[in-house]
């Protein structure tokens, strides 16, 4: 079964699937990786290293990615780096390398929502825990959240009510673009379904919610834009709180 570690296996039976063990443990995984950079951000963010170990969570993200597309283009199937997901972690390189307010308004949503989302409503493509896509899913997806949520506590970055609205155009302006690529995608090689964003086709794992393409759209953008909104409210609410933690450990 573990000779087949670096192949292209499809099993749904022993992959993540919802309400499963599996999904179970995303959702916990999901927990952790929203705990560990909010608790000990700070620990990180004072140490001599702290410049390396940016480099090192860089050069992982860009493995990771490499990972996936090579992965994929070996097993003859297309691969662009066109997912919200991939989104996340170029902005999230961008934001390693330059430390920079503006990317992190836009990495705060993508990384984070992106990164919950697919944890907790996993479309992982039924590849199993003995293949490693099943682990690079979890590791990428967890990363993508910790890298803004790092900034947001050790840095004390914060997004605006206007860089919330701005993420949120952005998407709406960039969602077509990917909509028709995934059409002209699927017109060059008619064996594969390319549904990047998850917006030209309804995924299977929803299919027993939604039969009309333009309802689940339209209740897809809406779900973005009230995560974000929520994830606004939540973020700067705690500000107060937050900050008497930052001082205090800075007077450590």
């Not at 997912?83 to 984070?112: D, P």
Request: charged share 10%; aromatic share 18%; with cysteine.
């Amino acid at each position: 079964m573990f000779s087949n570690f670096f192949g292209y296996v499809i099993d749904p039976e022993r992959g993540v699937r919802l309400f499963t063990w599996h999904h179970y443990m995303l959702i916990g995984l999901a927990i952790i990786a929203v705990f560990l950079p909010l608790k000990y951000a700070h620990v990180i963010y004072k140490s001599k290293h702290e410049t390396k170990i940016r480099n090192i969570v860089f050069g992982w993200l860009v493995t990771l990615e490499i990972i996936y597309h090579a992965h994929n283009w070996l097993n003859g199937e297309l691969s662009f780096p066109l997912h919200i997901c991939s989104f996340a972690v170029f902005m999230s390189l961008a934001l390693l390398k330059t430390n920079s307010q503006r990317i992190f308004e836009f990495v705060f949503f993508f990384g984070v929502l992106g990164g919950i989302m697919a944890l907790l409503v996993p479309f992982s493509y039924g590849f199993p825990y003995y293949n490693i896509r099943y682990w690079h899913f979890i590791l990428l997806h967890m990363t993508i959240i910790m890298v803004p949520l790092y900034y947001f506590k050790a840095y004390q970055f914060r997004v605006t009510l206007r860089a919330t609205y701005k993420t949120f155009v952005m998407v709406l302006l960039v969602a077509p673009v990917i909509y028709n690529i995934n059409k002209l995608l699927s017109r060059l090689d008619s064996t594969t379904s390319v549904n990047y964003w998850f917006i030209s086709e309804i995924p299977e794992n929803v299919e027993m919610i939604f039969s009309n393409h333009l309802i689940y759209v339209t209740v897809l953008l809406s779900l973005i834009y009230v995560s974000q909104m929520l994830l606004y409210k939540i973020s700067n609410r705690n500000n107060h709180v937050i900050n008497i933690e930052h001082n205090q450990n800075d007077s450590l």
